[in-house]
């Protein structure tokens, strides 16, 4: 308002309803000099406001995750221990080679792949049918998102501690439902690769309609007449989805492959929470699901060793990127073959 | 499905279907059930939409079931499958067994607090992004979309130290501090006001003499109110949910709601119905904003995905 205030005193009546003007004509004209700090002020609010206005983002961010991030590299080279964290030894690589030979990362790794893998793929491929059903003419289509969505608003934590008791051995409902059908109780917590499916359901349970309403949105924005030509074209229901509909939202796809990868390779409160006895974060007892996020944990708050947690976590970011490399890589190849 | 899908395959053979003249096509498509898009559903698109709501609301139904009854019940086959008696003595044991009452609040504080904040930065950041210009707008703006991509685990480590050497461990603005923005809302901002907000709204600002924060405040903030109230919705239910940092530096005498869910399966609560009353009390607030506000969040979930 300030700015303002100069400009109403000596615009004087010739600026008329349109009222206290700088940028209209007759300012420009003769009145600039005599009231210079008016048009100063005016000039720097136009430079400096954006600047201004995204200060905030970029401040938090560059305190509380840019700087973190690069520092995370600089102690990954340090043997530095939670006790005494200003206490860093410089280590070299060395945390990086013991990484490489300890054979928990590569347990942890494969384990974060194939829980990866079991959870995103069933996920996004049942969201994708969830959404093709959600995208019909329907009756209550309000409740019907809604119930899709309401896992999405279940805490991490809620959501595991239900998982862990509906997954029970003895009582479970899951076993119960299974012995109905005359299989005998699974042990979906000590044995690997139940326990991997039962942590994988958790994620593909609280994801599923979330994805799917993405994917809902981009089928929404496929133009009509796209599937009245493949219609005509004599293209079946089935056809038409995978010739229409699945390329029309390629782009949500890949968005939805990019976060789901990212929210695996970080997988953390089900595995933790999930069968946890009072002993916490091993991720079962043979370690048979813990992921990269639960040995991150382990070294740096039950082991104490901060500079080679901060190893494993500079080692995930480094996959994340290898992986998206890969996934270039293989683009590029598949463009140029086909 | 298949009898549709059969039938104009049967009259018309698909070769021809591509060499008839435009106007015999326009005659054919008459004959044929419509495209894609808008069909009714059917009886087992209904069917296997009542299965997936099922799947997704009985684990929730479940809690209730179980929090309601007591321990012996839980553990007995086949698992009770409507609500006992037990519902409120069991709520208020796990109210006070497992700090839940402090978790709320804390819970409540922290969600509300960055929430406001990232609205109201990403409605600043993505007014700038989306309307003014400035040198370095589009660097800037690429950096925001790459942040999105860094998972938050990389800075655990130094973000510690970090609070620990502040004071703030065991405290809530430690966990408050590093979310109280957020590159998806400063994204989701930009694209809404490129579309929403005229540039004639701002220019008549300009020419009344309004400066930028006056403008941001009288023309920007009531076009933007409809995308500011999603991106508070979907902030608050994200950082109500957020579990690894606060977990990492909270503890059990000052949690936040899932921080506390933890100790529940940790062994300190035997009970089984107990354990279930806490997840219930942890999943009600954001269950009662789901039954009001369900439908907006589904369009801001929806809205987001077209335009991100």
Same mark, same amino acid.
């Given at each position: 308002?300030?700015?303002?205030?100069?400009?109403?005193?000596?615009? $004087?009546?010739?600026?008329?309803?349109?009222?206290?003007?700088?940028?209209?004509?007759?300012?420009?004209?003769?009145?600039?000099?005599?009231?210079?700090?008016?048009?100063?002020?005016?000039?720097?609010?136009?430079?400096?406001?954006?600047?201004?206005?995204?200060?905030?983002?970029?401040?938090?961010?560059?305190?509380?995750?840019?700087?973190?991030?690069?520092?995370?590299?600089?102690?990954?080279?340090?043997?530095?221990?939670?006790?005494?964290?200003?206490?860093? +030894?410089?280590?070299?690589?060395?945390?990086?080679?013991?990484?490489?030979?300890?054979?928990?990362?590569?347990?942890?790794? %494969?384990?974060?792949?194939?829980?990866?893998?079991?959870?995103?793929?069933?996920?996004?491929?049942?969201?994708?049918?969830?959404?093709?059903?959600?995208?019909?003419?329907?009756?209550?289509?309000?409740?019907?998102?809604?119930?899709?969505?309401?896992?999405?608003?279940?805490?991490?934590? %809620? %959501?595991?501690?239900?998982?862990?008791?509906?997954? +029970?051995?003895?009582?479970?409902?899951?076993?119960?439902?299974?012995?109905?059908?005359?299989?005998?109780?699974?042990?979906?917590?000590?044995?690997?690769?139940?326990?991997?499916?039962?942590?994988?359901?958790?994620?593909?349970?609280?994801?599923?309609?979330?994805?799917?309403?993405?994917?809902?949105?981009?089928?929404?924005?496929?133009?009509?007449?796209?599937?009245?030509?493949?219609?005509?074209? $004599?293209?079946?229901?089935?056809?038409?989805?995978?010739?229409?509909?699945?390329?029309?939202?390629?782009?949500?796809?890949?968005?939805?492959?990019?976060?789901?990868?990212?929210?695996?390779?970080?997988?953390?409160?089900?595995?933790?929470?999930? $069968?946890?006895?009072?002993?916490?974060?091993?991720?079962?007892?043979?370690?048979?699901?813990?992921?990269?996020?639960?040995?991150?944990?382990? +070294?740096?708050?039950?082991?104490?060793?901060?500079?080679?947690?901060?190893?494993?976590?500079? %080692?995930?970011?480094?996959?994340?990127?290898?992986?998206?490399?890969?996934?270039?890589?293989?683009?590029?190849?598949?463009?140029?073959?086909? | 499905?298949?009898?549709?899908?059969?039938?104009?395959?049967?009259?018309?053979?698909?070769?021809?279907?591509?060499?008839?003249?435009?106007?015999?096509?326009?005659?054919?498509?008459?004959?044929?059930?419509?495209?894609?898009?808008?069909?009714?559903?059917?009886?087992?698109?209904?069917?296997?939409?009542?299965?997936?709501?099922?799947?997704?609301?009985?684990?929730?139904?479940?809690?209730?079931?179980?929090?309601?009854?007591?321990?012996?019940?839980?553990?007995?086959?086949?698992?009770?499958?409507?609500?006992?008696?037990?519902?409120?003595?069991?709520?208020?044991?796990?109210?006070?067994?497992?700090?839940?009452?402090?978790? @709320?609040?804390? *819970?409540?504080?922290?969600?509300?607090?960055?929430?406001?904040?990232?609205?109201?930065?990403? =409605?600043?950041?993505?007014?700038?992004?989306?309307?003014?210009?400035?040198?370095?707008?589009?660097?800037?703006?690429?950096?925001?979309?790459?942040?999105?991509?860094?998972?938050? #685990?990389?800075?655990?480590?130094? @973000?510690?130290?970090?609070? =620990?050497?502040?004071?703030?461990?065991?405290?809530?603005?430690? /966990?408050?501090?590093?979310?109280?923005?957020?590159?998806?809302?400063?994204?989701?901002?930009?694209?809404?006001?490129?579309?929403?907000?005229?540039?004639?709204?701002?220019?008549?600002?300009?020419?009344?003499?309004?400066? *930028?924060?006056?403008?941001?405040?009288?023309?920007?903030?009531?076009?933007?109110?409809?995308?500011?109230?999603?991106?508070?919705?979907?902030?608050?239910?994200?950082?109500?949910?957020?579990?690894?940092?606060?977990?990492?530096?909270?503890?059990? =005498?000052?949690?936040?709601?899932? /921080?506390?869910?933890?100790?529940?399966?940790?062994?300190?609560?035997?009970? #089984?119905?107990?354990?279930?009353?806490?997840?219930?009390?942890?999943?009600?607030? @954001?269950?009662?904003?789901?039954?009001?506000?369900?439908? #907006?969040?589904?369009?801001?979930?929806?809205?987001?995905? /077209?335009?991100?």
């Amino acid at each position: 308002m300030a700015t303002s205030t100069p400009a109403s005193g000596l615009g $004087g009546p010739q600026s008329g309803p349109a009222g206290p003007t700088k940028e209209s004509p007759d300012d420009r004209k003769g009145a600039r000099p005599r009231r210079p700090w008016s048009t100063l002020l005016h000039r720097f609010d136009i430079k400096a406001a954006p600047y201004a206005f995204v200060a905030p983002f970029f401040v938090v961010f560059g305190a509380f995750s840019l700087y973190p991030l690069l520092y995370t590299a600089w102690i990954s080279l340090h043997d530095v221990e939670l006790a005494t964290m200003d206490i860093m +030894e410089w280590e070299g690589f060395g945390n990086y080679s013991q990484l490489w030979q300890d054979d928990r990362f590569w347990n942890a790794l %494969a384990n974060t792949f194939t829980i990866g893998v079991i959870s995103t793929v069933p996920q996004l491929l049942m969201a994708l049918g969830l959404a093709h059903l959600l995208n019909y003419k329907l009756k209550g289509s309000a409740f019907f998102r809604v119930a899709a969505l309401t896992p999405y608003a279940t805490s991490i934590g %809620a %959501a595991a501690l239900v998982f862990t008791m509906l997954f +029970e051995r003895d009582f479970g409902m899951i076993n119960w439902f299974l012995s109905l059908f005359g299989v005998d109780n699974v042990d979906w917590e000590s044995s690997k690769w139940p326990a991997q499916f039962a942590i994988s359901s958790i994620v593909i349970w609280r994801w599923t309609g979330y994805n799917a309403l993405l994917y809902l949105a981009a089928m929404q924005a496929i133009p009509q007449e796209r599937y009245e030509a493949a219609a005509i074209d $004599g293209a079946s229901r089935w056809q038409q989805f995978t010739k229409v509909t699945v390329p029309g939202i390629r782009s949500t796809i890949v968005f939805t492959i990019v976060l789901s990868t990212i929210g695996a390779t970080q997988l953390f409160g089900e595995p933790l929470i999930f $069968g946890q006895g009072p002993n916490g974060v091993s991720g079962g007892a043979d370690n048979q699901y813990q992921t990269l996020g639960l040995l991150l944990y382990e +070294e740096g708050w039950k082991n104490y060793e901060m500079g080679r947690a901060a190893t494993v976590a500079w %080692a995930m970011f480094l996959l994340l990127i290898l992986a998206f490399v890969l996934q270039r890589v293989v683009k590029r190849v598949k463009s140029r073959t086909s | 499905m298949t009898t549709d899908t059969a039938r104009p395959r049967a009259d018309v053979p698909e070769p021809l279907a591509d060499t008839v003249a435009p106007a015999g096509r326009r005659i054919r498509l008459s004959l044929r059930p419509r495209a894609g898009q808008q069909r009714k559903a059917g009886p087992v698109a209904y069917a296997l939409l009542a299965l997936a709501a099922l799947l997704s609301l009985f684990p929730l139904y479940w809690t209730m079931v179980a929090a309601s009854t007591d321990n012996t019940r839980v553990s007995q086959t086949p698992p009770p499958f409507l609500p006992g008696p037990n519902l409120l003595k069991n709520l208020s044991a796990a109210w006070e067994d497992a700090a839940m009452g402090t978790a @709320l609040v804390n *819970s409540l504080i922290v969600a509300m607090t960055i929430a406001l904040s990232t609205v109201l930065f990403a =409605t600043l950041a993505g007014f700038a992004f989306a309307k003014l210009r400035f040198r370095g707008r589009n660097i800037l703006l690429m950096l925001v979309i790459g942040t999105m991509m860094v998972p938050p #685990q990389l800075s655990v480590v130094p @973000l510690f130290m970090m609070m =620990t050497e502040l004071g703030w461990g065991q405290k809530l603005p430690a /966990v408050i501090f590093p979310t109280l923005v957020s590159a998806v809302g400063v994204f989701f901002m930009r694209q809404y006001l490129l579309e929403a907000l005229p540039d004639e709204l701002i220019e008549a600002g300009r020419v009344d003499g309004a400066h *930028s924060l006056r403008i941001f405040w009288s023309v920007v903030l009531p076009v933007a109110r409809p995308a500011m109230a999603v991106v508070f919705m979907i902030t608050f239910v994200h950082a109500w949910n957020d579990f690894f940092w606060p977990f990492i530096v909270l503890d059990m =005498t000052n949690p936040t709601i899932p /921080v506390a869910l933890t100790q529940l399966s940790a062994g300190y609560v035997r009970d #089984q119905s107990l354990i279930m009353a806490g997840a219930l009390l942890g999943t009600l607030p @954001l269950l009662a904003m789901f039954v009001v506000f369900g439908k #907006q969040i589904v369009g801001g979930i929806m809205q987001g995905a /077209v335009k991100g």
